[in-house]
C-alpha cells in the first residue's frame, strides 16, 4: 500500500478560525512532509518529521503548527491565517531521510476569506 | 543551498512525437534526482528518479539522464500520448540534507492529439 490520505479534502476558514488538517500513512515510513503549493508552482517545503523530530523551514510564519502524534499521523494546525495562505497543502511520506523516494498525499484545498 | 532550473516551462508536442525536458542544479553534493507528474487537481505522482551513481534509467516510454560533472538531468517521453499532458516536476536532494526535495519550476506539457 503506497497511499497517503488527507483530511479534509477542501477547507473553507476565516481568518480568525482555528482548524487542523490531518495525514495518515500505514507504510511503516518514519519520514513525513508538510508542503505549500500556489497555483502553478512546484510544492514549497514546510515541515519534516523525522523519528519524532521537527525540521523547520525558516520562512514559514509561526501560524502553521506542526504536530506528529505518531509516526503514522502527521497534523497540521492552522491559526489566524491569511488570504495568501490559500493554498493545496500536500503531505509527502518517505521510509526514511536517506534520499528516500517521497509519496504524495492528495492535498487539503484551503481556502482562506 | 540547493537551486533547481527547469525549461521549458510550456510545451506543446503532436501525439507519437518525443519530449524533452532539461533540468540544472547547483549544489554539486546533490545526489537523488526524482520527476513528478502532477495532473490538474491532482496530487504529484512519482514516474521515475534517478540516483548520482547511475547515468541513465529507463522505464517503458519514459527515460530519465543524469550528467553529474555538468549537473544537469533530463526526462525524455518517447510516443507521446494525450494522457501525458501533466505539468511535470524534477528535484534535487541530498541525504546529508534530510531528504529535502528542492523542486524545479514546473513544465506544462501539452500532447495534441
Known amino acids: 500500500d503506497t497511499e497517503v490520505t488527507q483530511t479534509p479534502k477542501h477547507l473553507v476558514m476565516g481568518m480568525t478560525n482555528k482548524k487542523s488538517l490531518k495525514c495518515e500513512q500505514h507504510?511503516?515510513?518514519?519520514?513525513m512532509y508538510w508542503y505549500k503549493q500556489k497555483a502553478k508552482k512546484p510544492p514549497e517545503l514546510m515541515f519534516v518529521?523525522?523519528?519524532?523530530?521537527?525540521?523547520i523551514n525558516e520562512s514559514v510564519p509561526s501560524r502553521f503548527s506542526p504536530e506528529c502524534p505518531n509516526s503514522s499521523l502527521l497534523n497540521l494546525h492552522l491559526h489566524a491565517l491569511q488570504p495568501e495562505d490559500s493554498a493545496l497543502y500536500l503531505c509527502?511520506?518517505?521510509?526514511?531521510?536517506?534520499?528516500?523516494?517521497?509519496?504524495f498525499g492528495p492535498g487539503t484545498r484551503l481556502l482562506v476569506l | 543551498g540547493e537551486n533547481v532550473e527547469q525549461h521549458p516551462s510550456t510545451l506543446s508536442v503532436q501525439e507519437g512525437d518525443s519530449a524533452v525536458i532539461k533540468c540544472t542544479y547547483s549544489?554539486?553534493?546533490?545526489?537523488?534526482f526524482p520527476w513528478y507528474k502532477q495532473e490538474l487537481g491532482k496530487r504529484p505522482q512519482l514516474i521515475i528518479d534517478?540516483?548520482?551513481?547511475?547515468g541513465e534509467k529507463k522505464d517503458q516510454r519514459i527515460a530519465v539522464t543524469l550528467n553529474k560533472t555538468a549537473k544537469h538531468f533530463s526526462l525524455h517521453i518517447t510516443e507521446t500520448q494525450p494522457e501525458d499532458s501533466a505539468v511535470y516536476f524534477c528535484?534535487?536532494?541530498?541525504?546529508?540534507?534530510?531528504?529535502?526535495?528542492?523542486f524545479g519550476g514546473g513544465t506544462r506539457l501539452m500532447v495534441k492529439p
Open positions: 509527502a511520506s518517505s521510509q526514511d531521510l536517506g534520499g528516500r523516494t517521497q509519496y
Open positions: 507504510m511503516g515510513h518514519r519520514a
Open positions: 518529521y523525522s523519528y519524532e523530530k521537527l525540521s
Open positions: 549544489d554539486s553534493a546533490s545526489n537523488y
Open positions: 534517478i540516483r548520482s551513481n547511475v
Open positions: 528535484a534535487a536532494s541530498h541525504h546529508n540534507a534530510g531528504n529535502m526535495l528542492t
